[in-house]
């Protein structure tokens, strides 16, 4: 048995897995391999939220447990390593029904049953972080479930059933046992998997992904793999070489500086997205529009840029912040603009073996506004068409400072420094509103797709301009009328 194979709890057991393809996901793993059918296949895209299961990993402090929900169909096997996976078939308790699967029962939770253990899963997930959930979080915790039966009153019932007073169940029983499992396995060396024609690599610190990069500068990154296992499970293709970034410790690094916040590029949204959230509470409403929290908990801010999408969503936003980003080639490392870090469709000033490390994004001063705007089908766990941001300074109506990214609008999320032109250092009044609107038809030649037309998406960035200037104007109106009162 090799010390360098991907080692994880199974419930309570522990598994050593070593031959076998990287390219397998979790959902395929349980069901093809361990016969754990409870976990179901709706979608392979992560959006349906039928495979979902639970992950239970160490927090920074080494003692405690994180219990969060992921979606089985998109993450890769390797990913499992050093982690305690628990499926529906896990929760029973003896005789009896987990907490969660009991309230499912008395509140009439289940029909047709397919979605029923996904939704029991994400519940438990949020049941061992709260146990006494209000209605909004049990929303925002079943937001990637799916019910087709449409019984989704008496799923959040059930949902909201207070734990406090439940009996322990056999994970808090054996708490400690695991704590200990994955302290033991945090002492593994690098986790590899490799079968015939595939391999997998999880280094656990910046000098050997470095190492392994220039090795092997072919090599695909994976860190949440929210977007690339659709290659896999959607494509049908393979990957060759898979090097997981999850593992390495270097890429958490989450800093709350004076005056900026660092965040490792392999940092899931749920961990950094408090942080922005209480500096600019509208980029932390929209990052909660991201996916869904199966997808937010394993997602990083490092892929969402690192894919280089025109419609990812988290780019047009940290642009018009100022954000830079620094990159890594063996030891050497330089920081750029994350404006500049995007040249063309899928395309980067990213070097062979060179890859995110961190993210840096300035925090607000006195005076300047963020105002953020996702156009989208659905309001939740839906890709954008149109995202609009729109950073300003307004001093004395006159605009002192302005920075505006879109994504949905070119190849690449960028700026629309014609419309910049035409707001900076003029009053912040219709007229120049207007003429900004018009600039953008310089800034962007926008394409059609299944999202939009060309026509709508640039109709809409213009009407999200005058948007944003009208609640801006509202916004000054009540606090004037708040000063004068």
Known sequence: MNSDAVRFLLNNDVVTIENIDPNLTVLQYLRDERFKNGTKEGCASGDCGACTVVLAELNNDNETLNYKSINACISFVGSLHGKQLITVEHLKQGAKLHHVQ???????????????????????ALHKQNSSPNRAEVLEALAGNLCRCTGYRSIIDAAMVSSEDAEDDSFAQHYQQSVKHLQDFKNLPAAQLCNAKH????????????????????????????????????????????????????????????????????????????????????LGEMIERIGSRQIRNNGTLGGNIGNASPIGDMPPALIALGADITLQRGDVERKIALEDYFVGYKQTVLKDAEFIKNIYIPKAKTGQILKLYKISK????????????????????????????????????????????????????????????????????????????????????????????????????????????
């Open 378 to 485: 659905r309001i939740d766990d839906d890709i954008s068409a149109v995202l609009a941001a729109f950073f300003l300074e307004i001093n004395d109506n006159l605009v002192t400072n302005v920075r505006i990214a879109f994504g949905g609008m070119a190849a690449i999320p960028m700026r629309a420094k014609q419309c910049e032109a035409a707001l900076l250092n003029k009053a912040f009044n219709r007229e120049n509103i207007s003429a900004a609107q018009q600039a953008l038809t310089l800034d962007f030649q926008p394409m059609s797709d299944v999202r939009a037309s060309d026509k709508y998406r640039m109709k809409v960035a213009q009407n999200l301009l005058q948007k944003c200037y009208l609640e801006l104007q509202n916004k000054t109106i009540e606090t004037r009328v708040v000063n004068y009162a």
């Open 102 to 124: 009991q309230a499912m029962v008395d509140n009439h939770g289940s029909q047709c049953g397919f979605c029923t253990p996904g939704f029991v899963m994400s519940s438990f």
């Open 199 to 282: 391999q997998y690599y999880a280094p656990k610190n910046t000098a050997e992904l470095a190492e392994k990069l220039l090795n092997s500068p072919q090599a695909t990154l994976v860190a949440g793999g929210t977007d690339l296992a659709l290659m896999v499970t959607q494509n049908l293709g393979t990957i060759a070489d898979l090097v997981y970034l999850g593992d390495v410790a270097e890429l958490h690094t989450l800093e709350n500086n004076a005056d900026e916040f660092i965040i490792g590029s392999a940092v899931p949204y749920t961990t950094f997205t408090p942080m922005l959230h209480d500096e600019y509470h509208e």
